[in-house]
């Protein structure tokens, strides 16, 4: 059966002012969405992310290695985590991403996950 990963994004900045009751809201309704899915069988993985002042951004540019902190991208919306999930085709997929709670929040990006061997890359060299 395809893997899909759901990422999901949401804005951090809107996270500042939530209380610890719509906090604990939140964690209740993706445990119910992760006990659906796993009881569907979709279930691959999944994990929150921490947030981005923590991330570090890897480069190679001339055989030298530079990082620098915090994502590279200047975005309104960050990646906040993901799901990898099996489903039938894209129409099912995007049902299960329906199903996130952050997605009435903010967006989830659904992308098939490529086998590489099993699947044409259009890489020619």
């Known amino acids: ?3 899909y990963m759901l990422l ?3 804005s951090e900045a809107g996270m500042a002012n939530v ?3 719509q906090l604990k809201e939140q964690y209740d309704a993706y445990d119910a969405y992760t ?4 009881e569907r069988g979709a279930w691959v993985a999944g994990e929150g992310l921490d947030r981005t002042s923590t991330a570090t951004t890897v480069r190679v540019k001339n055989g030298e290695t530079i990082t620098t902190d915090g994502p590279f991208a200047e975005t309104k919306e960050q990646l906040g985590g993901f799901f990898l ?3 039938r085709d894209l129409n099912d997929a995007l049902e299960v ?3 996130i709670p952050s997605a009435r929040l903010g967006s989830v990006e659904v992308r098939p996950i490529n086998d590489l061997g099993k699947t044409e890359l259009g890489l020619r060299g």
């Open 1 to 3: 059966m395809p893997r």
């Open 85 to 87: 999930v099996r489903a």
């Open 8 to 10: 999901i994004y949401g």
């Open 35 to 38: 006990k659906d899915i796993k």
């Open 19 to 21: 209380t610890p009751e």
């Open 97 to 99: 991403a329906a199903g």
